[in-house]
């Protein structure tokens, strides 16, 4: 064998030992980051997943327990910067990652964020249960009732066997009737404003034709109708 082919021998070893410790370097810190996660120890798994993720940026379970991880730390801002940063690599789960960014909003208090991430949820998957119940939750927090309900009714009608119905049917009762009770509230205010307008129309009318009736009965005073009082005396200049 030549110097020249003993040489590229060696290269190509070395490149083929470079790519396969690579991948064992990956391997290893995803199955570790993973293993730490699983046994609910966020703070050491998100180490080794973020280098999961630096190795390997198209592993989408990567992603998604490493912002996993940082909403278990109270990190919701850098859980959703990381499930954003993931969505190109989640193939299959992306309806994983829309949901936990609405559950990083709905911790924040950030309702209408939340409310539009589970809807992303419920578009890429619309079979599948937990987003109808936390999008109702944020819906709630904004006074969406009726919307709400709906939501609350497909969640229980895809997942009826949870241990949740019957808390979520008695609050789909209470909106119930606290939507009726709106709306005839609403209906006896707008019955009240009707009546009051009607009384001030009737009012009005009254007025005018009460003006109208003082016209006719006024007579006008003619010129011929008096005498003119004039005056006699001559009026002198005195000196």
């Given at each position: 064998m030549s110097g020249r082919r003993i040489v590229r021998f060696a290269v190509l070893a070395a490149l083929f030992l470079s790519v396969l410790s690579s991948a064992s370097a990956q391997t290893g810190s995803f199955a570790q980051g993973e293993r730490l996660f699983l046994e609910n120890r966020p703070l050491e798994a998100s180490a080794l997943l973020e280098r999961a993720t630096r190795e390997n940026p198209r592993d989408e379970k990567a992603w998604l327990y490493l912002g996993i991880c940082y909403q278990q730390l109270g990190r919701h801002d850098e859980a959703v910067a990381v499930f954003r940063k993931g969505l190109p690599a989640a193939l299959s789960l992306s309806h994983v990652f829309h949901f936990n960014m609405g559950n990083s909003f709905l911790a924040q208090g950030r309702n209408a964020f939340a409310e539009e991430m589970y809807g992303q949820a419920?578009?890429?998957?619309?079979?599948?249960?937990?987003?109808?119940?936390?999008?109702?939750?944020?819906?709630?927090?904004?006074?969406?009732?009726?919307?709400?309900?709906?939501?609350?009714?497909?969640?229980?009608?895809?997942?009826?066997?949870?241990?949740?119905?019957?808390?979520?049917?008695?609050?789909?009762?209470?909106?119930?009737?606290?939507?009726?009770?709106?709306?005839?509230?609403?209906?006896?205010?707008?019955?009240?404003?009707?009546?009051?307008?009607?009384?001030?129309?009737?009012?009005?009318?009254?007025?005018?034709?009460?003006?109208?009736?003082?016209?006719?009965?006024?007579?006008?005073?003619?010129?011929?109708?008096?005498?003119?009082?004039?005056?006699?005396?001559?009026?002198?200049?005195?000196?």
């Open positions: 419920i578009q890429a998957r619309p079979d599948w249960a937990p987003p109808f119940l936390n999008r109702a939750n944020a819906r709630m927090a904004q006074e969406k009732y009726p919307d709400a309900v709906a939501d609350y009714t497909v969640y229980l009608s895809i997942n009826p066997s949870t241990p949740q119905a019957e808390s979520i049917r008695k609050v789909i009762e209470l909106l119930g009737h606290a939507q009726a009770a709106e709306a005839a509230l609403k209906a006896a205010e707008e019955a009240r404003k009707l009546a009051e307008e009607q009384a001030r129309q009737a009012l009005l009318a009254a007025v005018a034709d009460s003006l109208r009736q003082s016209a006719e009965d006024t007579t006008s005073l003619s010129a011929g109708s008096g005498d003119v009082q004039g005056y006699t005396d001559d009026f002198t200049l005195e000196d």
